[in-house]
C-alpha cells in the first residue's frame, strides 16, 4: 500500500507470508465447514443458560419484582450492577473501532470486528435489567417522548435516568450501524464465493450490491471517518451519563464530581479485560493466530495496564476526597466499604482490579495466554465487583441506623444474571458461525504493513 | 465504432494505481477502479474531488442539534412546565445530554442512509463485474473506450493479468 510506513522496528500485523486471496480464504472457509464439537458445546451451554434466564425473567415479570432481594433501604442491587457491569464491557468495541481508527493504530483491524460485536451484545445485555427493572415491561415504550392523548404529557428531560435511555438507545444504534458499514465490503466478498444457494441470496441483500467501486470507497472512508469522530464523544458520554444516575444524587458514595472520568476509565479496562478473554477462546478456536498475534494481546495488555492505574488512582482519590471532605456520612461510607460487612468484596475488587494487573509490567506474561485468559476473569470479576460495591455498599447503611439492612441476592436475579451471559455467548456463538468475524477488507490494506519492500513486492505476486 | 466498457483486471494495488494514473495522463476516460480495499492515492488518480459527505453530516448533527434543544425547550417552558424543587424550566445544562445523543444520532445514521442512497447501495442491488474477483483479491481498472487494440495493449504494458471488454451499459 502507497501509504504503509515500512518499519524495521515494528512487527508485521498479520503473521506468515499471506496473499490477499489467502486472508478471504482464511476468514470465510471456516463459515463454510460444518461447526466443530467445541462449538457446539459452547452454544449449547450458552443457550442453557440463556433459557434458565429467560424463565426467571417470566417468573420475576409475573410475580414482580419483589422475587428479588432488595429491600426499602438497598432499592438497586444486582439489576443495576449488571446494567453498569454490562454497558462497560461494550465500551472497548467502541474504542477500539473509533478511537483507535482515529488514532490510526493500524493493529486494529483484526480485532475490531468482533469487538464491536462484543459491543452490540453486551448493549444488549444491558438493557435488559433496566427493563425489566420496570416491572411492567410492556409498557417500557413510556420512557420515550412519543405524540399521546393524555394531554400534554412528556418524560422528565432534566432526569439522568432519561439520559441514560437515549444515551443507552443512541449508543446502541450507532455501534450497530458503524458495525453494519464497516461488514458491508465483506458481506459482498462472501456473496462473490459462495455457491448458488439461499447463503448467497442472504448475503446479496445484506452486502446492498456492493461492487468495491473506488467511486463508493472514496465516499465510504469519509463515512467511517465521520463515525469514528461521532462514537468517540459518543462513547465517552455514554458511561459518563451512567455515572451520572449515580453522581447527581445525593447519596455518600455516589454523590461525587469523579465519577465521570472514573467510570469511563473502569468501563474501558472492564472491556478490554473482555475482548481479551474472547479473543484468546477465538484465535485458538477459529485459528486465527496469525492475524489475532502475539503483538494483539501484547497491545490489549499494555490498555488494561494504564486503564488499570488510572482506577486504582480513583479508588485512592476516592478515599481521600472522603478523607478531606470532613463530612461525616462521606467519612462513614467509606469507612464502611473498607471495614464493614461487605468489606471482603471491596478488598478483593482492589486485588483483581489494582494489584493483579500489575503483573502485566512484565513482557513475558503479555505473551503467555494462559495466564493471561486468568488475569482477564479476574478483571472481569474485579469490575463487576467495583459496580457492586459502588452501588448496595452504598446503599445498605444510608443516614438513618435504623433503617440499615443486609443484603443478599435470590435465586431469580443470579439467575437473570447467568441468563444475560447466555445471551451473549448465544449471540456471539452465531456471530462466529455467521459472519466473517475478521474484517478482511481492513486486514487486506495492511498486508503490506511492516514489511520491507522486496517482500512486499513478492506477497503481491510480482 | 460503437464505445465499448473493458475491464483490466490486475494482481496488485500498486499496479492498478500505476495504471490508473498513467490512463489519466493518457486522458483515457476512466469509469471507475474495483478493488478488495480502498487503495490509497486512487482518488488523486481517478481525479475524484474530496468527499462531501463530511459537509452532510454537519448539517445532519446541526439539524439535529436544533431539534433535540428546540424541543426540549418547548416541552419544559411552553407546552408542559413542570416545577420539580423549584429547578428553573430552562435548566439549559440539564438538556445538553439528550441534545447530545440526538445530534450525534442524526449525523451519524443520517450520514450512512446518505452515503448508500446516495451510492445506490440497496437491497437486491446487483453488483457488476461481480465474477471478476474484486471483492476477493484481483484489482480491476474500468476504461471506456473505442480504440480496443490500443486500449488492450495500455492494459498489458501496465501488467494487466486480463482485459475483458463487456458492451458500455449506462453508467
Keep these: 500500500m502507497s501509504n504503509s510506513h515500512v518499519s524495521s522496528l515494528r512487527e508485521p ?38 433459557s434458565y434466564g429467560a424463565v426467571m425473567v417470566i417468573h420475576q415479570v409475573w410475580t414482580g419484582i419483589g422475587a428479588w432481594g432488595l429491600n426499602k433501604t438497598v432499592g438497586w442491587s444486582w439489576d443495576i450492577t449488571n446494567f453498569v457491569f454490562w454497558v462497560g464491557i461494550g465500551h472497548a468495541g467502541t474504542l477500539i473501532s473509533a478511537i483507535l481508527f482515529l488514532f490510526r493504530q493500524k493493529w486494529r483491524t483484526s480485532i475490531n470486528r468482533s469487538a464491536e460485536a462484543m459491543t452490540i451484545f453486551a448493549v444488549m445485555c444491558a438493557g435488559i435489567f433496566p427493563l425489566i427493572h420496570m416491572g411492567r415491561p410492556w409498557l417500557a415504550y413510556w420512557v420515550m417522548p412519543y405524540p399521546n392523548p393524555m394531554g400534554p404529557l412528556w418524560v422528565n428531560f432534566r432526569s439522568p435516568l432519561l439520559w441514560d435511555v437515549f444515551a443507552i438507545s443512541t ?35 445484506a452486502s446492498l450490491g456492493w461492487s468495491g467501486s473506488h467511486r463508493t470507497w472514496s465516499h465510504y472512508e469519509m463515512v467511517y471517518l465521520l463515525l469514528a469522530g461521532l462514537a468517540t464523544p459518543l462513547v465517552f458520554s455514554v458511561h459518563t451519563i451512567v ?35 474472547l479473543m484468546i477462546i477465538a484465535r485458538k478456536v ?15 495488555c499494555k490498555v488494561i495496564l494504564l486503564t488499570s492505574m488510572i482506577v ?66 479476574l478483571i472481569n470479576v474485579g469490575m463487576w465487583l467495583e459496580r457492586f460495591v459502588i452501588i448496595t455498599i452504598s446503599l445498605h447503611r444510608d443516614f438513618l441506623p435504623s433503617s440499615w439492612t443486609g443484603y443478599s441476592p435470590t435465586y431469580v436475579e443470579i439467575g437473570t444474571y447467568i441468563g444475560s451471559f447466555g445471551l ?26 511492516a514489511r520491507d519492500d522486496k517482500n512486499k513486492e513478492s506477497l503481491h505476486g510480482r | 465504432m460503437a464505445a465499448k466498457t473493458f475491464v483490466g483486471v490486475f494482481d496488485s494495488d500498486h499496479a492498478v494505481l500505476a495504471a490508473a494514473r498513467a490512463a489519466r495522463k493518457k486522458g483515457l476516460d476512466i469509469r471507475d477502479a474495483y478493488t478488495p480495499f480502498p487503495v490509497h492515492g486512487m482518488d488523486d488518480a481517478l481525479g475524484l474531488p474530496p468527499s462531501w ?38 435548566a439549559s445544562p440539564a438538556l ?31 453488483s457488476p463485474f461481480s465474477g471478476l474477483g474484486a471483492t476477493d483479491d484481483k484489482f480491476l481498472l474500468v476504461i471506456d473506450g473505442e480504440a480496443e487494440e490500443a486500449l488492450r495493449s495500455f492494459y498489458k504494458e501496465h501488467g494487466a493479468v486480463r482485459v475483458e471488454a463487456v458492451d458500455g451499459g449506462a453508467r
Design chain 1, 286 to 300: 477459529m485459528n486465527f493466530e496469525g492475524y489475532i498475534t502475539l503483538r494483539h494481546i501484547d497491545a490489549i
Design chain 1, 13 to 50: 500485523l498479520v503473521d506468515g507470508v499471506k496473499d490477499l486471496g489467502q486472508i478471504t480464504r482464511d476468514v470465510c472457509d471456516p463459515l463454510d465447514a460444518a461447526p466443530t464439537t467445541a462449538w457446539y458445546a459452547a452454544f449449547a451451554a450458552a443457550l442453557c443458560a440463556l
Design chain 1, 171 to 205: 449508543y446502541f444504534i450507532i455501534s450497530a450501524t458503524f458495525w453494519f458499514v464497516g461488514l458491508i465490503p465483506d458481506l459482498a466478498t462472501m456473496r462473490d464465493r459462495l455457491p448458488e444457494g439461499w447463503r448467497k441470496k442472504a448475503f446479496g441483500i
Design chain 2, 53 to 90: 459527505l463530511s459537509r452532510a453530516c454537519f448539517a445532519l448533527g446541526a439539524s439535529g442539534l436544533a431539534f433535540a434543544l428546540g424541543f426540549q425547550y418547548w416541552v419544559s417552558l411552553f407546552n408542559w412546565p413542570m416545577n420539580i424543587g423549584g429547578k428553573p424550566f430552562d
Design chain 1, 424 to 449: 451473549f455467548f448465544t449471540c456471539f456463538l452465531l456471530f462466529c458461525r455467521v459472519l466473517p468475524m475478521i474484517a478482511i477488507s481492513e486486514v487486506k490494506g495492511v498486508l503490506s504493513y
Design chain 1, 243 to 277: 455515572s451520572f444516575d449515580f453522581a447527581t444524587s445525593v447519596i455518600p458514595g455516589w454523590h461525587a464530581t469523579i465519577f465521570p472520568p472514573y467510570f469511563v476509565c473502569g468501563a474501558i479496562f472492564s472491556g478490554f479485560a473482555m475482548v481479551l478473554t
Design chain 2, 96 to 126: 445538553i445530554p439528550i441534545a447530545f445523543e440526538i445530534t450525534v444520532l442524526v449525523a451519524g445514521v443520517g450520514t450512512v442512509v446518505t452515503l448508500l442512497v446516495f451510492r445506490g447501495l440497496l437491497p437486491g442491488r446487483v
Design chain 1, 312 to 377: 486504582g488512582l480513583a479508588y485512592s482519590t476516592e478515599l481521600l476526597t472522603a478523607y478531606y471532605s470532613s463530612n461525616h456520612y462521606e467519612r462513614f461510607a467509606f469507612i464502611n466499604r473498607i471495614k464493614g460487612p461487605f468489606a471482603g468484596f471491596y478488598w478483593m475488587m482492589v486485588f483483581c482490579n489494582v494489584l493483579v494487573p500489575q503483573i502485566l509490567w512484565s513482557e513475558r506474561i503479555r505473551r503467555d495466554v494462559r495466564v493471561l485468559f486468568v488475569v482477564s476473569i
